[in-house]
């Protein structure tokens, strides 16, 4: 399922874009295989798929170069994410895991996992491709 | 009794209160209702005990002892790490009189309990039958009042009886471990877990303002069972997260983490290194878009136009191929297609374990036919160009005495590897 979306999104985005601004090409890129794995079926339901799409989709509107400034949810969550009990680094792995700012400790450990398990997947996925088609 | 009750501030590590509170507790015992005169009157088993442990009890008075008690219990609660003010051992006596007095006072004591167990169930029991129930209850060598006001409390208390039921209680011991036990509380081993918790009754001790006969050290109150239930979870899911990241032989915690987030941060750079050498690979394939999709999910829907389509394209491709692989390549990547080696292509499908049955078989059928259309002298062998997946092909096609297909091998820059080990 994650395959098959990176792989459709990649012949977008050779189809689509064939300039060859090489920044471009790997920003595309790059979204495509987060988007990818935020779509696959086992990551569908996970709160931090959501809002990686949520996050691409907001730095895809900003690409045309809008003037408008993104308006961003904020949300109060000093008093959720800044616990006594939780470790210091734990605010390290909020930023890193999408959509992790809003979430409990304990969640935000369940959603790390899950998120490590697509990274990897998605990793595997795109050396594999790699390998077959420039050696 | 001030005195007594300083000196037990002072056993226990420092008055929080000071001796302020000791004041006020004199006024306010002085004022006890009836039932507790009630309770004032067995003193003789009281004295003993309190004899036996004077430093720590120091309940001269013989009546008062319960009430001293709580006070003093209460100000362990307090030292032990709460530092709430003294404030909350006034309402807490306070809400003793007024549930001796037969109503139950509601969340008074939730001003620094934070809740910990409900106030308004907290004293059930009238304090003047506490000695009945103290008779069924509990076969206590001290069946008196003292034991009806710990039951009282207990029952109110669920569990939370041995929250804090620290050795210094020794008189209380006698009787805590009896509501402690009466009450289901769920603290298991309360003995080990005395000094440990005794931060977490000290970081839940807003709550011990009511658990007065609860050990200290003793997490048996619903607050901190639930903390305990949320410790367990995180390190549940740490142990997960320790399978997932590699190398993850550290026991300690904070190096776990900062583990973790290496590994996140060192897959995340993985997936952009990655994007950027992919650039060449995607330039050259154009993946095989339409029909995967065709066959993934509408495969068994556009079966015959597919089918015909996918032919005619394969005979395209096959003439194409014959002349030059770079016409070949670029017709394909017109369509929407790609070509990829068999073997890329079962490991993409075992990877996502994506359904290809109902493909192969679409996949199988007219390639074949091209196979035959392109190759007839040679032996059935898949052709590594294939224009959509087939993975159940032969892994090892027999290429060398086939003219056109020597020739795609050459050129094909893409599907070689099956191709050229044989």
């Known amino acids: 399922m994650q395959a098959l979306h990176f792989l459709q999104a990649l012949a977008r985005i050779a189809r689509a874009a064939p300039k060859p601004a090489h920044s471009a090409r790997t920003r595309q890129?790059?979204?495509?295989?987060?988007a990818s794995m935020a779509h696959s079926s086992r990551s569908s339901r996970r709160t931090w798929s959501r809002?990686?799409?949520h996050r691409l989709r907001q730095r895809q509107q900003q690409r045309p170069g809008r003037l408008l400034t993104v308006r961003r949810r904020v949300r109060i969550v000093t008093p959720i994410t800044s616990r006594p009990e939780e470790p210091a680094r734990a605010e390290t792995l909020r930023q890193l895991v999408?959509?992790?700012r809003g979430?409990?400790?304990?969640?935000l450990l369940e959603e790390t996992a899950d998120y490590v398990q697509c990274l990897?997947?998605?990793v595997q996925l795109m050396q594999t491709l790699l390998d077959a088609f420039s050696s | 009794m001030s005195g007594s009750l300083n000196g037990n501030s002072a056993s226990s590590g420092g008055g929080a209160t000071g001796a302020g509170g000791d004041d006020f507790f004199d006024q306010m015992l002085s004022s006890l209702p009836s039932p507790w005169a009630d309770l004032a009157n067995p003193k003789s088993p009281w004295d003993l005990t309190t004899g036996a442990n004077a430093p720590r009890s120091g309940e001269d008075c013989g009546g008062y002892d319960e009430s001293a008690l709580l006070a003093s219990r209460l100000r362990q609660h307090q030292i032990s790490g709460s530092g709430s003010p003294a404030g909350a051992k006034p309402m807490m006596l306070h809400q003793m009189l007024m549930s001796a007095a037969g109503r139950a006072p509601g969340g008074g004591a939730g001003a620094g309990a934070g809740g910990a167990g409900?106030?308004?169930?907290?004293?059930?029991?009238?304090?003047?039958?506490?000695?009945?129930d103290v008779e069924g209850a509990f076969k206590s060598p001290n069946g008196t009042g003292a034991e009806g006001l710990f039951n009282g409390y207990g029952g109110g208390l669920p569990g939370a009886a041995q929250a804090n039921n620290q050795p210094p209680f020794h008189h209380a011991q006698q009787g805590a471990p009896m509501p402690a036990q009466n009450f289901g509380g769920a603290a298991p081993n309360a003995g080990a877990q005395a000094p440990a918790p005794a931060a977490s009754g000290g970081g839940a001790a807003a709550p011990p303002r009511q658990r007065v006969r609860a050990r200290r050290g003793q997490a048996t109150d619903p607050h901190s069972i639930a903390e305990r239930l949320r410790r367990e979870r995180i390190a549940e899911r740490m142990k997960a997260l320790q399978e997932l990241v590699p190398n993850a032989n550290k026991t300690d915690k904070a190096s776990m983490l900062d583990e973790i987030i290496d590994y996140v941060k060192f897959l995340q750079l993985q997936v952009k290194v990655l994007s950027m050498s992919r650039l060449g690979g995607a330039a050259a394939v154009a993946p095989l878009v339409a029909n995967m999709s065709s066959e993934g999910q509408g495969g068994s829907n556009g079966a015959g136009g597919s089918d015909s389509s996918l032919t005619v394209t394969e005979q395209q491709v096959a003439?194409?191929?014959?002349e030059d692989m770079g016409s070949a390549m670029q017709y394909l990547q017109g369509k929407?297609?790609?070509?990829?080696?068999?073997?890329l292509a079962s490991a993409i499908s075992s990877a996502t374990c994506h359904p290809r049955a109902s493909a192969s078989h679409l996949g199988g059928g007219p390639a074949a036919a091209a196979t035959h259309h392109l190759i007839p002298p040679g032996p059935q062998a898949q052709p590594n160009s294939n224009n959509h997946v087939n993975p159940d092909g032969p892994s090892s096609p027999n290429l060398s005495g086939l003219t056109a297909q020597s020739a795609m091998a050459n050129g094909n820059a893409d599907s070689h590897k099956d191709a050229s080990s044989a």
């Open chain 1, 98 to 100: 999408p959509g992790g």
């Open chain 1, 103 to 107: 979430m409990e400790y304990c969640n």
């Open chain 1, 120 to 122: 990897r997947a998605q």
């Open chain 2, 118 to 132: 409900d106030p308004s169930g907290f004293f059930p029991l009238p304090l003047s039958l506490g000695r009945d």
């Open chain 2, 319 to 322: 003439k194409l191929m014959e």
């Open chain 1, 51 to 53: 809002a990686l799409l």
């Open chain 1, 29 to 34: 890129i790059r979204h495509a295989a987060y």
């Open chain 2, 336 to 343: 929407g297609l790609c070509l990829m080696p068999i073997s």
